[in-house]
């Protein structure tokens, strides 16, 4: 994940601090304890650097980062990235005063990542500057952990954004990159290869026959907004939780993509009953190692973030998973 690995970071805060490899092993401890789980331990080695001063980059200013390399702590970061998503400005209170934040996504060939803007900059996004498909390029950013994983790039008084109409952004390969759970913030698509770690029972609702769009219930009958009173069928929706040895994530599945991945239909499942389904379910996928692929999403009821599942590989290969292992 990072341009350094932890023990050469380690290294050069000893070369440059004087401090023993055991104090510097302290400070991270520290520091992860203390960011409870918002970093991982490179994240919280490159923040106990920032803090003591000591420069992990030769040259600061030789280049943008690509985003996947973003560690949380890290200052002065240079990005380059096409955006691929705006959000609505939002406005806040504080201290008596109203001001705004601005956010959107961009995405370079191996990542993505959120970036916050604060100040007369959000009026870009309300003027529709800052738009879909266009590359900006920040320079003097900060890398913060967002309070639910993910990592952002915050934007102050100092720090610049520039439109950059030179730089060309070929985003991804086609398919999804595949990422660690504790990499991962919302918004974003990932592929996932992790073990089932649990499983809930299916849950059933109603759907229309003809277009499976969610069902009411109406005096005249049950109804679909676009073809009117049907006669309705049992569609099913699945969760799992999968691990990848970083963190894990509750998954879920709707439809025929449940039904794929439970390996009944939504009908047999309910003739099943929820108990029985449930036990031929974990016959067939709990300890499994599975391939997900699909859009993180951040459930509020819940402060957590949640993965809807597009497609799944109950029998990821060998291979793939030896490869993983060697990342690692
Ligand atoms: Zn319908």
Known sequence: MLQIPISEVIKKIETSSGLSE???NEQIKKKLKALDGLVSEEGAAYIVANELGVKLFEDPTSGPLKLKDL?????SVEIVGKVTR???VRSFQREGKTNEVGSLVIEDETGRSRVVIWDERVNWIKEGKLAEGIVIRVKNGYVKASNIGGKEVHLSARSQLIFDTETEIKIGSGGVAEVKIRDIGPDQQARLIGTVVRVFPPHFYKVCPECSKKV?????GTRCNKH???????????????DDGTESIRCTAFQNRAENLV?????????FGEEKALERIETKLAGKNIQIEGNIRENKA????????????VNPSAKMIAQRLVNK
Not at 228 to 242: C, D, H, Q, R, Y
Not at 263 to 271: I, P, T, Y
Not at 302 to 313: A, Q, T
């Open 71 to 75: 560690v949380a702590g890290m200052r």
């Open 86 to 88: 705006v959000f609505d």
């Open 302 to 313: 819940f402060d957590r973030i949640e993965l809807m599942i597009n497609n799944v590989n």
């Open 228 to 242: 009117g009173v049907v006669e309705p069928k049992f569609a099913m929706v699945f969760s799992l939780v999968i």
């Open 216 to 220: 009411t219930e109406a005096d005249e």
């Open 22 to 24: 055991a104090e510097i």
């Open 263 to 271: 390996g009944m239909s939504a009908a047999e499942a309910k003739e």
